[in-house]
């Protein structure tokens, strides 16, 4: 069972575009992360959001976390072709001594010259 | 240096053949793991590690097995490979702190055929 879903799977954009990548969920998550992955190369984390209603900046790149805790949203503003790749949303679940991530279906961004 | 290595970087087989994907990190944590990524699924968790002697099945361990044969080093074996297991493998690791962020290797593209 997918418990993250990522929209929209694909973008393909022009260079200085916005852009926002949705990652919906109906299970509550202690945290929240996001991942840009390249071709040949895993997935690396971006940001980490912790409470409901939190946004974190990180440059050109806005991400919110649910005021519930269920989703996330990461905003691209004036995007530039250094930014194409996979994005991935990833959702903490905290057992004992355990943090388990649940990993979104993933969202392909091209952005174009 | 990479700090989580991982090969082969890219291996074809046989349906029945046993082989085993080989992870090994320099980041000094005590736990790893091994997903498989497949297009439109996100990374799924097959088992992971907190230490040597406590190894873990995840969300897909059927048909897998593991192997930390020391605290820098997690291996993958498919004891009898078959071709839905065609993926890519990622290990990652991470340390037992509050954010646990997992660091991932550059991955394994397997192909069965």
């Known amino acids: 069972t997918q418990l993250l879903e990522q929209s929209p799977q694909f973008l393909s954009i022009q260079e200085g575009e916005n852009l926002t990548v949705y990652c919906n969920s109906s299970?509550?998550?202690?945290?929240l992360q996001w991942y840009r992955q390249e071709p040949g190369e895993g997935p690396v984390l971006l940001v980490t959001?912790?409470?409901?209603?939190e946004v974190k900046k990180l440059k050109r790149l806005t991400f919110q976390f649910g005021d519930a805790r269920k989703d996330s949203s990461l905003h691209i503003t004036a995007a530039q072709p250094g930014d194409t790749g996979l994005y991935l949303c990833?959702?903490?679940?905290?057992?004992?001594?355990?943090?388990?991530?649940?990993f979104g279906t993933g969202t392909r961004l091209l952005v174009s010259p | 240096d990479a700090d989580v290595t991982q090969t082969p970087r890219n291996r074809i087989t046989k349906t029945g053949k046993r082989i085993m994907l080989e992870c090994s990190q320099t980041?000094?944590?005590?736990?790893m793991y091994w997903y498989r990524q497949d297009p439109g699924l996100g990374l799924q968790l097959i088992y992971y590690s907190f230490d040597v002697k406590d190894i873990n099945k995840g969300e897909i361990s059927d048909g897998y097995s593991v192997s930390r044969q020391a605290q820098a080093k997690f291996s993958l074996s498919l004891e009898s490979a078959i071709p839905n297991q065609t993926a890519l493998y990622f290990c990652?690791?991470?340390?037992?702190?509050?954010?646990?962020?997992?660091?991932f290797g550059p991955g394994t593209r397997l192909l069965v055929l």
């Open positions: 990833a959702g903490a679940r905290r057992n004992t001594g355990f943090q388990k991530l649940v």
């Open positions: 980041k000094g944590h005590d736990r």
């Open positions: 990652a690791t991470s340390d037992s702190g509050h954010q646990e962020t997992q660091y």
């Open positions: 299970s509550v998550f202690s945290s």
């Open positions: 959001v912790v409470t409901g209603g």
